[in-house]
């Protein structure tokens, strides 16, 4: 692998890039008082189908859009687009993750100052959209029930990078024999204290507290620029 | 994105470069007479659990081994080691994907010609992995029940790279009321003509099917070079 070094010199100004950008972002979001949530997982998570019940819930209260990161299709945006909050598609092409100029470059006609929560649905991917900040304030980490309890040890990056874990997909934890504490303790292994939110969008557990939780987060930020 | 175009070129060189690798991985498997098949897939869509009952099933009748790569843990080569072939972990730290280079390093001290079978289990990722070829015989993608039908259509290249389609955790679908139709309709959207094999490593559904499969492409690829 002789052009190892050369990939990681590029790859080192490019992080570098994206992190300028993001630091814009987030200083444009933090302006026009709107609360930014992104979502990573692998795909199949359940990454849309929980964007879906917030957006649909969230939109009744208060003014809500998302961002949805796919390499090839619009099927997210269209299945989005039901909940009747705004919503933009980011169509990758060959990149397996979003990077903070595609989201500077998605918002660059919204005004933003009409807006409360704005979230960001990345790429299905537990590996690479780590390393890329996109100025979200909270980056929500999804593991579905399906998926095994091992993940948080397996792809640690990811989980180090989110300030959140939800476990999706609980309508399933008894079909799959879902050892919860299993993968509470891998969490905290990889991530010491991380929140950990259980929730089903098919059924609604969990969404209430989801949603207190953001409600409370959202405050929180906004009473820290205040002060 | 001013590194972008930096980067594109780098990542040429090294995906030439892992081509290269690819072709003499090929070329040595071909003289030692082992089959060499590589698994890709999501996270959490039951590669170990799949590769696990092949290596248990196959182990009893001939000669198999594996490597298993993992960005951070050793759990993979441990489980499959219950099988009692021969097995083993490629750590690949940050990197999101095997590539044929660590492949050749891993089997630097093998003797090829004392296996059957070679299985190479990716890391979890859709995207990625479709890049490097490994120099196996044969891809197969793998795409759970409880993933959604419309994974092919949002990672086209990973099935479009891949030879053979595998429907894992059979036994889940009443409960995730998959949609096998639409998605068959999906992966052949993709890769129109691809051969798909449904299974449960559970229950053991579509085991011997797969294997009497694998079993008669091991023939074809040895008649192919026989003449």
Known sequence: MSAEPRLVEVRKNVLKQNDLIARGLRERFRQAGVFVVSLVSSPGSGKTAFLEKI???LHARCRVAALVGDLATENDAERLARSKARVRQITTGTVCHLEAA?????????????LDFLFV?????LVCPSSY??????????LSVTE???????????????????????DLA?????????????????????HVLKVSSKTGQGMDEFLDFLETQRNRSRAAIAV
């Open 55 to 57: 957006l649909t819930l």
């Open 102 to 114: 595609m989201i500077q470059k998605a918002l660059d006609d919204w005004d933003l100052t009409q």
């Open 121 to 125: 649905e990345n790429v299905g991917n």
């Open 133 to 142: 900040d996109l100025g979200e304030n909270l980056r929500f980490v999804l």
């Open 148 to 170: 095994g309890e091992d993940k948080p040890l397996k792809y640690p990056a990811i989980f180090d990078s989110a300030d959140v874990a939800i476990i999706t997909k609980m």
């Open 174 to 194: 008894e079909a799959v024999e879902f050892n919860e504490q299993a993968a509470n303790t891998n969490i905290q292994a990889v991530r010491p204290g991380m």
